[in-house]
T-cell receptor, first 116, second 111 residues
Framework: DAMVIQNPRYQVTQFGKPVTLSCSQTLNHNVMYWYQQKSSQAPKLLFHYYDKDFNNEADTPDNFQSRRPNTSFCFLDIRSPGLGDAAMYLC???????????????FGPGTRLTVT | RKEVEQDPGPFNVPEGATVAFNCTYSNSASQSFFWYRQDCRKEPKLLMSVYSSGNEDGRFTAQLNRASQYISLLIRDSKLSDSATYLCVVNHQDSSYKLIFGSGTRLLVRP
């Protein structure tokens, strides 16, 4: 009963070749997030969707884009991957409400991106 | 100053030991606090939310000190399976539902 699913789990792409990572959820949560995590570092928020509203972090490079065609799916597009974009990409969801517990985020297993 | 700071460790403890981690945060208006656990090359998983009054879940106890802006996690009777990185998480100053993650404290429990 997977709740947040990411595909593929491992992705190898060439320098400059566009790549798309996908995330789906069965939780019906209204917020979906994309994080980038490099080795021994904290997950870094790239952007998030609150329902259909897209919210970009100020320091997220233009090279990174996202799409959310419906509640269940969200995509991360990297237009021209560089060597520095090699990382684990994590998708998470939440459903904020009144209770503290509603701000908890649930993560997918991640996609490990290698750029050659 | 980082928004969330943690001692990276590693903390190397024997099985059965009690170990405590602290984490400091910079935004005094933060309202949401969590501890996540992350195994090597895996995703973060929620360990526990941290409530104002402190809370306990089995061998794990979390405390919040708003005056000093720190959060703690205490693990009693450590198991080999507790070996992981523990991430301290606080909500973003701009938004209650955006979270800021610390870099984590690594715990190694030895036989």
């Amino acid at each position: 009963d997977a709740m947040v699913i990411q595909n593929p789990r491992y992705q190898v792409t060439q320098f400059g070749k566009p790549v798309t990572l996908s995330c789906s959820q069965t939780l019906n949560h209204n917020v979906m997030y994309w994080y980038q995590q490099k080795s021994s570092q904290a997950p870094k928020l790239l952007f998030h969707y609150y329902d259909k509203d897209f919210n970009n972090e100020a320091d997220t490079p233009d090279n990174f884009q996202s799409r959310r065609p419906n509640t269940s799916f969200c995509f991360l597009d990297i237009r021209s991957p560089g060597l520095g974009d090699a990382a684990m990409y994590l998708c998470a969801t939440s459903s904020p409400g009144a209770a503290l517990s509603s701000y908890e985020q649930y993560f997918g297993p991640g996609t490990r991106l290698t750029v050659t | 100053r980082k928004e969330v700071e943690q001692d990276p460790g590693p903390f190397n403890v024997p099985e059965g030991a009690t170990v405590a981690f602290n984490c400091t945060y910079s935004n005094s208006a933060s309202q949401s606090f969590f501890w996540y656990r992350q195994d090597c090359r895996k995703e973060p998983k929620l360990l526990m939310s941290v409530y104002s009054s402190g809370n306990e879940d089995g061998r794990f106890t979390a405390q919040l000190n708003r005056a000093s802006q720190y959060i703690s996690l205490l693990i009693r009777d450590s198991k080999l399976s507790d070996s992981a990185t523990y991430l301290c998480v606080v909500n973003h100053q701009d938004s209650s539902y955006k979270l800021i993650f610390g870099s984590g404290t690594r715990l190694l429990v030895r036989p």
